[in-house]
């Protein structure tokens, strides 16, 4: 069971974190066509047949038009995808702007500055290769960020999910609280890259470096 030191994590976890692509063999990639396919399959299995949020199809997969523009990427363990997250940049529509307008008034959105984060899914039981693949997932979001000289990030998730990310991430609850499902009260939420390099540099030098990538 993994526990949290006096930072954000503790200094065992945080070697944990950094050594996990080497010791633990983890891939995170952009997915290629046929890879596309299969994490829409995955997709569907988590957000349509585990947790309810989307509507049945025959196909049993999870395909919209955000697809069409978005960086879709994956952390692999022996082949098999125990990660995904969806990245859409702003010279695209966000769901933000569409599916979730009752969040937030969109005069109010940094759009130029921003990208939005989105079907975010681990798919492992061990706690360890969690927050591992989250942290990895995450990590692919902010170098997105930085190459493109973007500054923030947006996300819409349910309420339980935004307490227990901001743990690590600084993300900041933005606009209102809507069930759009019954008894499941989401929200959107921002992220500042910069407030992120403070935290981690923070709680380890090293930590930062592998996130942010430096030498």
């Not at 997969?61 to 523009?69: R, V």
């Not at 492992?124 to 979001?141: A, G, I, N």
Request: proline share 3%; charged share 35%; hydrophobic share 40%.
């Amino acid at each position: 069971m993994l526990k949290l030191g006096e930072g954000i994590f503790g200094e065992e976890i945080i070697a944990g974190i950094i050594e996990s692509e080497e010791s633990e063999n983890l891939i995170t990639k952009e997915l290629d066509e046929k890879e596309r396919e299969k994490a829409y399959k995955v997709r569907y299995r988590i957000f349509a047949e585990k947790l309810g949020w989307l509507i049945p199809n025959p196909h049993e997969m999870d395909y919209d038009h955000y697809d069409e523009y978005a960086r879709h990427v994956g952390v692999f363990l022996n082949g098999r995808m125990i990660g995904y997250s969806r990245i859409i940049f702003p010279y695209g529509v966000f769901m933000i702007e569409e599916d979730f307008k009752d969040l937030v008034n969109e005069e109010l959105l940094e759009k130029k500055n921003s990208l939005e984060i989105s079907r975010v899914l681990v798919d492992t039981s061990r706690p360890d290769y969690r927050l591992y693949t989250t942290m990895l997932l995450y990590r692919d979001v902010y170098l997105s960020a930085m190459k493109r000289n973007i500054r923030y990030g947006y996300i819409v998730v349910v309420k339980k999910f935004l307490d227990k990310i901001k743990l690590i991430f600084p993300f900041e609850q933005i606009g209102e609280t809507v069930c759009f499902q019954e008894g499941v009260p989401t929200v959107a939420a921002i992220v500042d890259a910069r407030k992120i390099e403070e935290r981690f540099r923070e709680e380890s030098d090293q930590l930062y470096k592998w996130f942010a990538q430096k030498e």
